[in-house]
């Protein structure tokens, strides 16, 4: 079975650019995450899917940031226009439904995101 | 809102040392606890977890780790290290009640020495 995937590995784009990110999660997996990773910080929740729908948002910085998961399948995340203070390890994970609260997130490798 | 604290940044030990991590959070209702493992080149994955049961937890690569409910931390530990541990190691939380999204320390960079 494929893990989590995530395209492109790095991205290196100028401040004012547009960026997209995509995340493939495990299929059959309802519940999407992205996280970030800012140089020497913690990985940080930016929002979650349950199927296309939007759970919890409260984790994205502003609204340059833009994620979508049309379908139910794939999610894209956007950054327009970046910021140098976008720059990061974008990860994606992905979970089955919830039992009981139970819920263990697999990840994928993640997107380098450098803005010059 | 949930915080997680890692003790350490970095470790450095040679191989058969022990190895603990500490790892304490601060949150007021239940919480799931996982440790996360990311492995040179690798993507992060999961060590080990606790829902809920006996607070001693077993994971993978002889990895176990203990909840400790009163002080609100959740230490992992390895009596004896390999080289192949050499990796970075993050704590995190999930609340029960709210999503699941996790809470993530700062991780703890380990080099284990041949």
């Known amino acids: 079975e494929a893990g989590v995937t995530q395209f492109p590995s790095h991205s290196v784009i100028e401040k004012g650019q547009t960026v997209t990110l995509r995340c493939d999660p495990i299929s059959g997996h309802d519940n999407l995450y992205w996280y970030r990773r800012v140089m020497g910080k913690e990985i940080k929740f930016l929002l979650h899917f349950v199927k296309e729908s939007k759970q919890d948002e409260s984790g994205m910085p502003n609204n340059r940031f833009l994620a979508e998961r049309t379908g139910g399948t794939y999610s894209t995340l956007k950054v327009q226009p970046a910021e140098l203070e976008d720059s990061g390890v974008y990860f994606c994970?992905?979970?089955?439904?919830?039992?009981?609260?139970?819920?263990?997130?697999?990840f994928g490798p993640g997107t380098r995101l450098t803005v010059l | 809102a949930q915080s997680v604290s890692q003790h350490n940044h970095h470790v450095i030990l040679s191989e058969a040392a022990s190895l603990e991590l500490g790892c304490n959070y601060s949150?007021?209702?239940?919480?799931?606890l996982f440790w996360y493992v990311q492995y040179p080149g690798q993507h992060l994955q999961l060590l080990l977890k606790?829902?809920?049961?006996?607070?001693l937890v077993k994971g993978i690569k002889g990895f176990e780790a203990e909840f400790i409910k009163s002080k609100f931390s959740f230490n992992l530990r390895k009596p004896s290290v390999q080289w192949s541990d050499t990796a970075e190691y993050f704590c995190a939380v999930s609340p029960k009640a709210a999503g699941n999204k996790l809470t993530f320390g700062g991780g703890t960079r380990v080099l284990v020495k041949p």
């Open positions: 994970a992905s979970s089955q439904g919830f039992s009981g609260g139970r819920n263990e997130q697999f």
């Open positions: 606790y829902f809920s049961g006996d607070p």
């Open positions: 949150y007021g209702g239940t919480v799931n």
